[in-house]
């Protein structure tokens, strides 16, 4: 017999969490940034001297996406390129001073939206919810 409970609940479960923290909305946190581009900017702020082939495979972005969103990062400012100087193939993307103020402020928004989510939770499902929110990453990441 084929049990598509699992299924239903997973799909359930991720319908209401992508609602809670305002998945669906075009643009996150009131931004002008979609929500691959906010990552994208966390990876760079993140990590030092990464390639787009880094980014790539950390996110399982399609390559022409990520080309346009860095172009428009370039022209906004926001990163730099650099070859290597080991590899002149390879080019380091690095967030500017622009591109880092850039992802605090959308670093604070994210911060702020979870603290009025989680303000009204008791300490007790606080503690709980860290506790199964730890559970779920380590269930579902690859082995």
Known sequence: MNNNKPIEEFRSFNRFYTSVIGLLDRHILNSNYTLAEGRIM?????????????????????KGYLSRVLRQFEKR??????????????????????????????????NDQVKSILKEIPEKDLTLLRVSMAEIKRILTPK
């Open 77 to 110: 400012k926001f990163i730099s390129r650099q070859r290597s100087s080991q590899d002149t193939r390879v080019v380091f993307l690095n967030l500017t001073s622009d591109g880092k103020k850039e992802f605090q402020r959308l670093d604070k928004a994210s």
């Open 42 to 62: 966390y990876e760079l702020y993140h990590g030092k001297d990464q390639t787009a082939s880094d980014l790539i495979q950390t996110l399982s972005i399609d």
